[in-house]
């Protein structure tokens, strides 16, 4: 969709949308550490919460998707020819680079482009879940059930395990979300934070690791029936009530911060090429002899690749690949403002319609 001018922007969603790209890219590069307790820890607690937030975010920006002609080009432009362009720009690099032997391009998507992937169809979804009564309690027996049948196609299995957190977000409502900004929901946000923290410990006693992306199937999970719909129904509850913890501190402040939550979908398309060259490169070898070390140093690399992907000199240059369509006819306006407002020079108008051309 297209983006908003910076004076109608919420700070806040800024905020979070660039919070949790940062922590993406944390989640993917930590995949290079050796495992150990503390590291297998915090790579639970965090997934226990952090796709969630980010997929309940993503249907709260979704709420005014419509199935008309402008909206289902924006879609198209703005998610799947990003999708189309960056599976094919990865597969290279993987085949090219490292040397990979893929298969399934386009059809099953690879790292880490499942979640345009589901953004494309939850956005399809969006008119019919929206005014749908009970639409949380759809989405959720549809999570249950996916894990049962779901496959591979366009990791339909994970699209339809996360559905509750995109209709959550559908549901919510500026009067609601407002109630997350009082500072009694922001220090039982930390509280509720620090708790799953906490209990995150124990989190392979009840649930491996792999229950948390939300794309295997129970067979395959090797549980029965009754234990996989428990296990995931808490699953969806630790993950729902987080999310919203997490939203709950997150700073409503505008500043270069939010201002980088503009360019989060270049972060996200754009962070795998680096993740995948520091495999290639070897990195893991280090890590394996550097434990304590690694933590700190590869945590502190990503949050400055993240960083660095959203400052705004480097993510317009991505831009042009990341929306090409999008880009494109901002340079025509642009170019049409510019012929509109030379036009007006030369007829002698008034200074402040060269203001207005300039602003486009």
């Not at 703005?78 to 599976?87: D, I, M, Q, R």
């Not at 946000?189 to 995150?200: H, K, N």
């Not at 410990?201 to 295997?216: F, P, Q």
């Not at 690949?321 to 030369?346: C, I, K, Q, W, Y």
Request: neutral net charge; glycine residues 8%; charged residues 15%.
């Amino acid at each position: 969709m297209p983006s908003r001018p910076a004076s109608l922007r919420d700070p806040w969603f800024d905020n979070a949308k660039m919070a949790l790209v940062t922590l993406v890219v944390v989640g993917h590069a930590w995949t290079l550490l050796p495992y150990n307790t503390l590291d297998d820890h915090l790579y639970d607690f965090l997934y226990a919460w952090h796709v969630p937030a980010f997929v309940f975010v993503t249907g709260y920006l979704s709420r005014s998707f419509t199935w008309t002609r402008s909206r289902l080009w924006g879609l198209f432009k703005g998610v799947l020819v990003p999708y189309l362009v960056f599976e094919l720009l990865l597969a290279l690099f993987r085949i090219y680079v490292g040397g990979e032997a893929l298969d399934g391009l386009f059809a099953d998507p690879h790292w880490p482009m499942w979640y345009l992937a589901a953004l494309f169809l939850w956005r399809l979804l969006t008119p019919v879940f929206r005014p749908m009564p009970g639409g949380v309690v759809v989405a959720v027996v549809i999570s249950l059930a996916a894990g049962m049948r779901a496959g591979d196609t366009l990791d339909l299995a994970r699209v339809l395990g996360l559905l509750p957190f995109f209709v959550l977000g559908l549901k919510a409502t500026p009067e609601r979300l407002e109630l997350l900004r009082r500072r009694p929901a922001r220090i039982a946000g930390g509280a509720v934070l620090v708790a799953v923290f906490v209990l995150s410990v124990w989190t392979d006693t009840w649930a491996n690791t792999e229950w948390l992306y939300y794309r295997s199937t129970y067979g395959e999970l090797d549980v029965s029936d009754t234990r996989a719909f428990l296990t995931r129904s808490a699953l969806l509850v630790v993950g729902g009530v987080t999310a919203l913890a997490f939203l709950a501190v997150v700073p409503r402040v505008s500043g270069w911060f939010s201002r980088m939550g503009t360019w989060t979908l270049g972060v996200y398309l754009s962070h795998g090429f680096f993740i995948l060259s520091a495999t290639y490169l070897g990195y893991q070898e280090w890590t394996a002899n550097h434990a304590g070390l690694a933590l700190v140093v590869t945590t502190l690399a990503a949050v400055g690749l993240a960083l660095l992907l959203a400052w705004s000199p480097l993510a317009r240059r991505l831009d042009l690949v990341v929306d090409p369509f999008g880009s494109a006819e901002h340079r025509v306006r642009h170019a049409v403002g510019l012929t509109a407002v030379s036009a007006e020079v030369v007829a002698g108008r008034a200074p402040e319609v060269v203001a207005l051309g300039d602003a486009c």
